[in-house]
């Protein structure tokens, strides 16, 4: 079946790099996701990241697909008190309609 | 207008009320989702609208009754919950029911269930 494995906290101080990790097991994954969960909030998607690129960058953001471990990650670069949330990777299923979400990791920013 | 409105943000209700919730999106999405968050949780997925009909029923207990009266507008309609059914309701839309296709969420209503 399908999963998604994520590490469920992370701790780094203001203005360093965070790198949050997934790993997933549908090989048949298209399309993965990145969003960000704010205290209280619903889901905002950060980025996402098609199966035939090995890289995205947007601004801060950097998401790097490794296809042939499943490992997918996201690089926040100067990491911000306000990026402070927990973040969800997330595939599409085999059947193409919702998402499978990873257990979340909580990114704790501390100034 | 990228959004997805949910309403409302917040619900308390006794077990023997029956309530709806209410998502709302202008973007020309065909498929509409309900998720249910439990604290500290990721989302699990409820039901599936494609084209106004539902395609997903994810064995959601009866309680809960979906409902899509447009191609905008999803209701859950709730009747006879169990304070178990505590949790933040998540809706959701995408243009189509396909592999590649943003999700956008909405911000939730969070249901309390005495």
């Known amino acids: 079946g399908e999963d998604v494995e994520q590490s469920l906290f992370l701790s780094v101080r203001e203005g360093d790099s965070s790198v949050i990790n997934c790993t997933y097991t549908d090989s048949s994954s298209t399309y993965l996701y990145w969003y960000k969960q704010e205290p209280g909030a619903g889901l905002q998607l950060l980025t996402y990241i098609f199966s035939n690129m090995d890289m995205k960058q947007d601004q801060r953001l950097t998401v790097l697909l490794n296809k042939k471990d499943k490992h997918l990650s996201l690089r926040i670069a100067d990491t911000q008190t306000g990026d402070s949330a927990i973040y969800f990777c997330?595939?599409?299923?085999?059947?193409?309609?919702?998402?499978?979400f990873g257990k979340g990791t909580t990114l704790s920013v501390s100034s | 207008d990228t959004e997805v409105t949910q309403t409302p943000k917040h619900l308390v209700m006794g077990m023997t009320n029956k309530k709806s919730l209410k998502c709302e999106q202008h973007?020309?999405?065909?498929?509409m989702y309900w998720y249910k968050q439990k604290a500290k949780k990721p989302p699990e997925l409820m039901f599936v609208y494609s084209y106004e009909k539902l395609s997903i029923n994810e064995s959601v207990p009866s309680r809960f009754s979906p409902e899509c009266p447009n191609s905008s507008l999803l209701n859950l309609h709730l009747h006879a919950l169990q304070p178990e059914d505590s949790a933040l309701y998540l809706c959701?839309?995408?243009?189509?029911?396909?592999?590649?296709?943003?999700?956008?969420f909405g911000p939730g209503t969070r249901l309390t269930v005495l």
């Open positions: 997330a595939e599409r299923g085999q059947a193409g309609t919702a998402l499978i």
């Open positions: 959701a839309s995408t243009q189509a029911v396909t592999l590649n296709n943003e999700q956008f």
């Open positions: 973007m020309g999405h065909r498929a």
